[in-house]
């Protein structure tokens, strides 16, 4: 076995996730204000609206459908197993993909044409926003190319992800996977890692710190000509 898939799908995920957990921590410590989004959508409401929407409506129920295949894979093979159960599973979550797709497609058009936006915003976000597409995308085209994900990741990925949590992690199970996959479940990992750096963090503290915390005082500088929010 390769050293380089090792430090892949045995060892990154473990880096991964220890800075995901350190890094928020110590924002959430140090400096609570730091986790925020900082209000993009007073700097362009339509196009906020639509991308948000989409974006959101999009991901979330993904997410919540991946997090059940993964605690509770029995439940989902029953579900699956009627085939009207699988079609429709397969549908609504190509559906959701397209809807997060196009969701993300128009926040990255929207950082990148608005010189507010670009003003507030750090490289590393655009690598994220980059990256965020690329899973997306990546698990449509999964989708198409391999059928019926549904009924063959709670025998395959599943058990490698649970391997990782178990800290025994067996790389049988995701070895013979097509390296686009490979590629999915990397780009994943990558992304635990580098979120608590952005401002993507800020979807760990709602809706409970926002209710929390006392109000945040929004103040604008106008420097060379350019908006820029504090």
Do not use: C
Request: glycine residues 4%; hydrophobic residues 55%.
């Amino acid at each position: 076995m390769p050293d380089f898939t090792w430090m892949m799908f045995a060892v990154f995920p473990y880096i991964a996730v220890a800075l995901a957990v350190i890094v928020s921590i110590k924002r959430f410590k140090d400096n609570s204000y730091s986790i925020s989004s900082f209000s993009t959508q007073f700097l362009e409401n339509e196009k906020a609206s639509v991308g948000l929407r989409l974006w959101h409506w999009g991901l979330l129920p993904v997410l919540i459908l991946h997090f059940f295949v993964l605690f509770f894979p029995k439940a989902w093979l029953k579900l699956i197993r009627v085939p009207t159960g699988l079609y429709v599973l397969e549908v609504l979550g190509a559906a959701l993909g397209l809807a997060a797709l196009v969701g993300i497609t128009i926040l990255i058009q929207r950082r990148i044409s608005n010189k507010r936006l670009r003003a507030i915003s750090k490289p590393l976000d655009f690598v994220v926003l980059t990256l965020l597409f690329l899973q997306i995308l990546s698990g449509i085209v999964m989708a198409y190319m391999y059928r019926w994900g549904s009924a063959w990741a709670p025998h395959t990925l599943v058990p490698w992800l649970w391997s990782l949590i178990k800290l025994n992690p067996n790389l049988d199970y995701i070895n013979t996977m097509p390296h686009l996959i490979k590629f999915h479940m990397f780009n994943a990992f990558l992304l635990v890692a580098l979120v608590p750096f952005t401002k993507l963090i800020h979807f760990l503290a709602f809706p409970i710190d926002y209710i929390l915390r006392p109000p945040q005082v929004v103040i604008w500088n106008r420097k060379h000509g350019v908006d820029k929010y504090n």
